[in-house]
């Protein structure tokens, strides 16, 4: 910490920052949790069946 230079009394801490985060809850007219749901059984299904093709070869 800097010291004042008229009253070298040490300066006080600036307080950190508060973020704030929005969340979108629909994309178009569809809810977000549906979105991600969807989302994640594409990636498991083909993450799926890569393993499958790799384990025949």
């Known amino acids: 910490?800097?010291?004042d230079s008229n009253t070298q009394h040490r300066a006080k801490r600036?307080?950190?920052p508060t973020k704030i985060i929005v969340e979108r809850h629909y994309v178009?007219?569809?809810k977000m949790?549906?979105?991600f749901k969807r989302i994640?059984?594409?990636q498991?299904?083909?993450?799926?069946?890569?393993?499958?093709e790799?384990?025949?070869n």
């Open 1 to 3: 910490m800097s010291k």
């Open 28 to 30: 178009g007219t569809e």
């Open 40 to 42: 994640a059984e594409e």
């Open 14 to 16: 600036q307080p950190t």
């Open 44 to 52: 498991i299904t083909k993450r799926v069946k890569e393993i499958a």
């Open 33 to 35: 949790e549906t979105v």
């Open 54 to 56: 790799n384990s025949v």
